[in-house]
């Protein structure tokens, strides 16, 4: 099968893309990918699920990884942070009228100044003055996604953070997550839906376009990630007892089928991911997705069509325009059932 960008085309009216959250986390509305599809709420899924099953959730914390300033000869600059590499130096996008050159330096926010060290592909190593991620989160500035047209304000310090955020790394929020209050979370538990966590963090590279026509030559972004002990002893017990495994996003997702591939079994594990799953791809770990509705032409709508099903994806879709759901980060939500040998 060769899959090319238009099969993961669809037209998409731009008043749809959601540009602010609303006013409560699980008031989103939530479509169930069923035949027929069914029109619900965020706050429906303790119905829709059953007790013994687990949520399985991405715990990162996005980073203050966006900020501007100058270069050492006066030219501006802005500088979005893929990932810290140690305590004082980080991975960035650098956006200049010149590129930055190894050895100069860029002042960040009038008050910081950094180090080019050296160009790495598409990438700069830059140096800071001290501990990175204490210097981000102290003048950095919250990266929004490039198709939110405001700058990040106080409500987006919050609303674009889960409420389980822990482990900072991310420049953009795993958003399915951001539908889960803590009066939700309750509830679930309540009904004997457990919880569990991984650690994916997401890199600019997942806003990237494909830039290839067959999607076989794409070549994904690489994403760090940690699969707890914990996690791995809880989808074994879920498994055990009957129930199933509802995985929260894409990166969660991805971050438990690359530890499948990887050793043939779900074990506690970290490392680096470059999983790209498109149509025929085999799921070992999820059973259910919980994911918002993505771009035209994106490796996660391929994602999802792999999971669910080109045509039920399609379908779904359609459906979703016609009914204005909210799209994108901000957006509404769709449950989806893994259906077997998807194509």
Avoid: W
Avoid at 158 to 177: D, L
Avoid at 180 to 185: I, Q, T
């Amino acid at each position: 099968m060769s899959l090319t960008l238009d099969d993961f085309d669809y037209p998409l009216p731009p008043e749809l893309i959601a540009q602010a959250p609303l006013a409560q986390r699980s008031a989103s509305r939530l479509l169930v990918v069923e035949s027929p599809l069914q029109d619900a709420h965020i706050i429906d899924l303790p119905q829709r699920l059953r007790a013994g099953d687990l949520l399985v959730m991405n715990d990162t914390r996005v980073l203050h990884a966006r900020l501007c300033g100058q270069k050492d000869s006066g030219g501006q600059v802005e500088v979005l942070v893929e990932r810290p590499l140690d305590t004082t130096d980080v991975l960035a996008q650098v956006r200049a009228s010149k590129s930055p050159k190894p050895g100069g330096k860029i002042t960040l926010e009038g008050a910081l100044t950094v180090d080019v060290i050296e160009r790495i592909g598409e990438f700069y190593r830059l140096r800071f003055p001290g501990n990175a991620v204490e210097l981000l989160e102290e003048y950095g500035r919250l990266p929004l996604p490039p198709y939110i047209e405001h700058a990040a304000g106080e409500a987006d310090e919050s609303r674009y953070q889960t409420v389980f955020a822990r482990e900072k790394g991310s420049v953009a929020a795993p958003t399915a997550g951001l539908h889960f209050d803590e009066a939700l979370l309750s509830t679930l538990n309540a009904a004997g839906i457990n919880t569990a966590y991984v650690t994916l963090h997401v890199g600019a590279g997942t806003f990237q376009p494909v830039r290839v026509h067959h999607i076989a030559e794409h070549k994904m972004h690489s994403e760090r990630y940690i699969l707890p002990q914990a996690t791995v002893d809880a989808i074994a017990e879920t498994r055990a007892k009957g129930g199933r495994v509802v995985v929260i996003g894409t990166t969660t997702l991805r971050t438990l089928e690359s530890v499948a591939r990887k050793y043939s079994k779900l074990q506690a594990d970290s490392g680096e991911t470059d999983i790209f799953i498109t149509p025929g791809f085999d799921f070992k770990v999820a059973d259910m997705l919980l994911t918002n509705f993505h771009l035209p032409k994106s490796t996660l709508l391929m994602l999802v069509s792999a999971f669910a099903g080109s045509e039920t994806i399609r379908a779904a879709y359609a459906h979703a325009i016609t009914q204005r759901y909210r799209f994108f980060s901000y957006g509404d939500a769709m449950l989806l059932t893994k259906r077997p040998h998807a194509v």
